[in-house]
């Protein structure tokens, strides 16, 4: 009985750390992030300061060729959608767009092939505050939706 109990810690373990603080968006039928790497985040939620600047390395492997990825990202309080608009150049993922290895390149993307899209960017101070809020991040190539990834944030 013992060694069950000390199997079902561990592998409970394990599962809390695989938990990531991002995800594909349910239901969606186009790719999430690969992953994310961000000093703002840890564990089960993102963190940024309104007025302070947001780093992040995403990693993404797209499914189709796509000519732009225009960035929406859409916050849910209470069930209800909040536009944040993304300032240029991060309204466009073409402009941040780089091979694995850091050799800076552009739209078009081809699947297969994993991306890196370099964020430092200020995080406006007209953004609305929340706390344990669902973000959805959608890059849309034209009127199609190319990718699709959520995250927990606080944004104070």
């Not at 703002?40 to 300061?49: L, P």
Request: glycine share 6%; aromatic share 10%; hydrophobic share 45%.
């Amino acid at each position: 009985m013992k060694f069950k109990f000390t199997i079902f810690v561990i592998f409970l373990t394990i599962s809390c750390l695989a938990e990531a603080f991002w995800s594909d968006c349910p239901g969606s039928n186009v790719p999430g992030p690969d992953d994310i790497v961000s000093p703002n985040c840890s564990g089960d939620r993102c963190r940024a300061v309104r007025g302070e600047s947001l780093i992040a390395r995403i990693y993404a492997t797209p499914q189709a060729v796509h000519h732009e990825l225009i960035a929406r990202v859409t916050a849910f309080v209470f069930g209800i959608g909040i536009n944040l608009p993304m300032q240029p150049p991060f309204d466009n993922a073409c402009n941040q767009i780089h091979f694995a290895n850091d050799t800076l390149t552009s739209c078009p993307v081809y699947p297969n092939i994993q991306y890196v899209m370099n964020v430092e960017m200020q995080v406006s101070s007209l953004f609305p505050a929340f706390t344990n809020t669902l973000v959805q991040v959608d890059f849309w190539d034209g009127n199609q939706r190319a990718a699709c990834g959520q995250i927990i944030a606080d944004l104070i």
